[in-house]
């Protein structure tokens, strides 16, 4: 509850805006630099960090003394990077893109890697990368402990990647993907009922974060 209630406060507030550019598989990041933000933990502290969104399993990075360094989610009660604002949901952290007294929607993004080395990413490779190039596990995940600015300055150097989104519901009670399948599977039986009446009843859309608050109002019940 001290997460959505932090929120509320955060999606409130006028801040410089930070936009996503195009990441590449060298700089695999949501944002194009790291950026000044707010940790809030639990009991109210705040930490603040130069931080940034890794894009293959949505981890929390930050800079140390020039380092990469990976945060751990645990007493992290939300995230704020510029103007945007994260919830930590199992072990990533996905952004609120829409929200009420019941609890959030938060969007996962992550980038294709696996298009980006079949070569059948909606980006397709950069002008500098050559056609041939193979991705390598190392290459995907070598940002940790290492330089910022080197890996910076690397960034042209990969190939493009694209960003794939889904949602997510989050309520003081549940975590659950916003999908039918997977909300269903997380019910009891005779909610699973409930369930088909609802969505109907609501005109739930569930790719459309607004359209998905219904639903955070279901599985807060």
């Known amino acids: 509850m001290k997460r959505i209630m932090y929120i509320a406060v955060v999606l409130f507030l006028s801040a410089v805006g930070v936009y996503a550019q195009s990441p ?3 700089y695999p990041y949501l944002y194009d630099t790291f950026t000044n933000g707010t940790v809030v933990m ?6 603040a960090r130069q931080m940034n969104v890794h894009l293959r399993e949505g981890r929390l990075h930050y800079i140390d ?3 990469i360094k990976e945060a751990y989610l645990t007493d992290v009660a939300a995230v704020e990077i510029g103007s945007d604002v994260f919830l930590p949901v199992y072990t990533s952290v996905m952004k609120v893109v829409a929200k009420n007294d019941n609890g959030c929607v938060v969007m996962e993004q992550l980038g294709d890697f696996e298009g980006a080395i079949s070569g059948t990413g909606a980006y397709g490779v950069s002008a500098s990368a050559s056609a041939t190039m193979k991705l390598t596990s190392v290459q995907m995940d070598s940002q940790v402990n290492q330089n910022y600015m080197n890996i910076l300055n690397e960034k042209s150097e990969g190939m493009d990647l694209e960003i794939v989104s889904a949602y997510y519901i989050v309520t003081p009670k549940c975590k659950a993907k916003a999908t039918r399948n997977d909300i269903e599977a997380s019910l009891p039986a005779e909610r699973v009922a409930q369930l088909k009446t609802y969505v109907k009843e609501h005109k739930v859309k569930w790719k459309n974060p607004q359209g998905l608050l219904p ?4 599985l807060a019940e």
């Open 24 to 26: 590449t598989t060298t």
């Open 42 to 47: 639990d009991d109210g502290s705040k930490e």
């Open 65 to 67: 003394n020039g380092i």
């Open 215 to 218: 639903m955070v109002d279901f």
